[in-house]
């Protein structure tokens, strides 16, 4: 089902908003789903057991704690920060979004490193800031040079650097992360999706006392396996936070989702073997797609719970691979930079094999 605004409906649109076309995530119903990022393991079953308990006993008759204080003093806990540091949102979108809102806006400049996450440039674009693109390089690492400069000759409001980066898997690492707040003035996203998955000393939080302008992005939706329940945070500098409430709904963060992710984090350490896990099942599939280099497929190094191919015919193989194995990979062949990219989530064991077997069928 496809959505479709008509031109009777677009003419009365904001001007902003009316290039855009509805989200479409092009989903299609197949036995292996590896197109999302999301966590195929779940959570362990003593942690979803915790959580059953908990979304019974949630009060589902109350409005939500408007700021989720309880997840939001765990958190707090957890990074070593104050609550007033920390700000909670209905997934990470919703904060990328509130921070474009807070300081965004129609005429202010964005600086943005593609190939990276398109959220970034759809919120701005709706917000009404220019996005002033600096190219990752051919090994997709930030140009930063480049993005000093960009920067500083638009002035810009906001800096995007996503690490690791989705869909590329890249990293940056914690000394450049420091030079580059330290040489701007407008706030510095790094948008830390996939931390959890990365060697530990990539973490940006440590960079947190140093810089008021540094804000970081983290989610429950990858390593913790609630991406059904819409949970991120931000950590930034408690003025920058404060900002933040000021934009958001006040209850967008649901009463059941606050249950679940304060039981996750409560959990943290049973978690923890899970995510061990899909790194070393990413390593293992790193393997097992490295032996199909001679039948021209790449693999570029990642820090995420994903890996970007390249392969000869793409789009053909991604079809191929929904339509004859029931495997869905997400297509990245037609977008700039990405040219011939597929990116493949990390799945169980069991599914990992299913995507080589079909790999190896359709690459022939
Ligand atoms: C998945 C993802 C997010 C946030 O996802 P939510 O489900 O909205 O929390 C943010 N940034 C990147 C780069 C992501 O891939």
Redesign the pocket.
Known sequence: MSLVIPESVRKRLAPTVAQLEPYDPHFTPVEINLSA?ENSYGLPAVVAAKVADALVFAPTNRYPSALADDLRSALAVRHGVVPERVIVGN????L?FNLFLAFGGAGRVLVNCPPT?T?YRTYAELLGLTVVDVDRDESFAVRTEELLEAAHSHSAALTVI?SPN?PTGTVMGIDEIDTICGATDGLVLI?Q??IEFANPGYEATALLDAHPNLVI?R????AYAL?GL???YVLASEGVIAALAAVRQPYSVNVLAQAAASTVIACADACASTIARIVAEREALRMRLNDLAHRGLTVFPSEANFLLVRVPEAHRVWERLRDEHSVLVRDFSSAPGLEGCLRVTVGTSRENERLIAGLEAVLG
């Open positions: 990022n997934g990470g979108d919703e990328i996450f959220v996503t989705n948008d999706a996939y992005l989610t429950f939706s990858k991406a819409r949970v991120g």
